[in-house]
């Protein structure tokens, strides 16, 4: 099974992830974990948004690695791409955690470019 694969699954699992050190916060209610008052400021709210970039980037990065190995992309450089990706969310999720936002958008931007390049992977590789 191709790394690219793998990389999706990861990709999946990273929102949830992204939020889960706030929940380690003592004043978190596991009976009411969507408390908006919870995630409103500071680290709990970038880890927040964090988490639903991640759940808005996921689409398209799956779909990408499906087409791209589907319509004949070279897995090798999909593989390369795809683990490209996973480095530069993990980048940008300790961004948002840390309150860098110039890196955070330049690691969002890159991420998003890797997934340019894996969909349109079989037209140039």
């Known amino acids: 099974m191709p790394l690219a694969l793998w990389c999706v699954l990861i990709a999946a699992l990273l ?21 908006p008052d919870f995630w409103r400021e500071g680290f709990r709210a970038r880890a927040a948004s964090a988490q639903a970039n991640g759940f808005e980037a996921f689409p ?20 390369r791409l795809a683990g490209l990706f996973i480095g530069l969310r993990l980048i940008y999720i ?6 860098r936002a110039n890196l955070r958008s330049l690691s969002w ?15 140039w590789s």
């Open 109 to 123: 931007g890159l991420a998003f470019a890797s997934v340019i390049a894996i969909f349109t992977s079989p037209l």
């Open 60 to 79: 398209f990065f799956a779909v990408a690695v499906i087409a791209g190995l589907w319509q004949g992309g070279d897995a090798e450089w999909i593989d």
């Open 15 to 35: 929102p949830m992830l992204s939020a889960l050190p706030a929940k380690f916060d003592k004043g978190y209610d596991n009976a009411n974990p969507r408390n």
């Open 94 to 99: 300790f961004c948002y955690w840390t309150d």
